[in-house]
């Protein structure tokens, strides 16, 4: 007697779209642990960002040393106030993107889970080791 | 061999970018090992040595990648500064910066109301630019490097493309060679209980 069920799925068939599949959900899972990395990166410049502001606040000398590029350059308070109002906005506008990009490749990743594990059910793995 | 790839492909359907090879994606494993005159293991041997050379390129492609990204925030702080130095230049007063001589030790600089920067151009060379033309180059460096970066994101896509292809063919010419072997060992006792009875 021939054998006839699907063991472990080896006669399953892979078409280009399924392949194609794969690859785009490759190509969103990378993408998802390189967003996850500047998410930290840009949560952490926000806080940094914030404690600065604390601590100008609390300080009492009119000029403050302010990192540009390579040097810290004495410059009044005000203006450096200013600044960092700047950059903060910068970067929480930054932040708001990232995590928006995040979320849409969530949805589109469990879209295409679901797809995959449709056709090759026990036969591919997708997720996280 | 016959190109397999369908026309409604994404983009995907480059023979090769940029000296990478794609990696042509098979219809049906059967017909593949015929027309190829490959049996199972010399195709699984070559497909894992693909593999292995897509891995040394990925390498290669991510150095460059780590290269490039700080290379950019470089460019972007050398920009601050000119910029401020620029916005410093019709007021006549002097600019106090602390700068770093050694680990942990600082000093004081008064930097005069100046026309002028120099700028390091690496190859131990420094030019000395005016305000606008150093901000000039600087924004062209910035643009060329984020292109750069561009062009290599989208190869090192590509290349993740053809290798996720590969694997997937090596797990079906795997399966395949399994699932022969099955069939022949349920086969061959079936013969010979056929030629006892």
Not at chain 1, 28 to 51: G, P, Q, S, T, V
Not at chain 1, 72 to 82: N, S
Not at chain 2, 109 to 122: N, R
Request: net charge negative; charged share 30%; aromatic share 6%.
């Amino acid at each position: 007697m021939q054998q006839q069920g699907k063991s472990s799925g080896s006669e399953m068939e892979v078409t280009w779209e399924d392949q194609q599949n794969i690859n785009t959900f490759s190509r969103f899972n990378n993408r998802f642990h390189e967003l996850e990395d500047e998410i930290k990166f840009a949560k952490e410049k926000c806080d940094n960002l914030e404690d600065a502001g604390n601590e100008l606040i609390l300080a009492d000398e009119e000029m403050v040393r302010f990192q540009i590029g390579e040097v810290f350059a004495h410059v009044p308070k005000d203006e450096v106030e200013t600044r960092i109002e700047e950059m903060k906005e910068a970067t929480c506008k930054t932040l708001e993107k990232l995590e928006q990009e995040k979320e849409s490749l969530v949805s589109q990743m469990a879209e295409l889970k679901k797809v995959l594990y449709a056709k090759f059910k026990d036969s591919i793995n997708l997720e996280e080791d | 061999m016959s190109s397999s790839s369908s026309p409604s492909g994404s983009g995907a359907d480059l023979s090769e970018r940029r000296g990478i090879p794609a990696a042509k994606f098979i219809q049906d494993v059967e017909t593949y090992l015929s027309q190829s005159g490959f049996d199972s293991n010399s195709a699984l041997a070559f497909h894992q040595e693909r593999l292995q050379q897509y891995k040394v390129v990925e390498m290669k492609l991510l150095a460059q990648q780590r290269d490039l990204q700080a290379k950019i925030p470089d460019i972007e702080k050398c920009l601050e500064v000119v910029a401020t130095l620029e916005a410093r230049k019709g007021t006549g007063e002097s600019l106090l910066a602390d700068f770093e001589v050694s680990e942990g030790i600082y000093s004081r600089a008064c930097i005069e109301d100046t026309d002028s920067v120099c700028l390091w151009l690496g190859a131990n060379v420094m030019l000395e630019y005016s305000c606008e033309e150093a901000t000039t180059l600087l924004k062209n460096n910035l643009e060329n490097a984020k292109a750069s970066l561009e062009v290599l994101v989208a190869d090192l896509q590509f290349l993740r493309d053809q290798v996720t292809v590969t694997q997937v063919t090596i797990a079906r010419i795997y399966n395949y060679d399994v699932h022969q072997r099955r069939v022949k060992q349920v086969t061959t006792p079936t013969a010979i209980a056929a030629a006892d009875s």
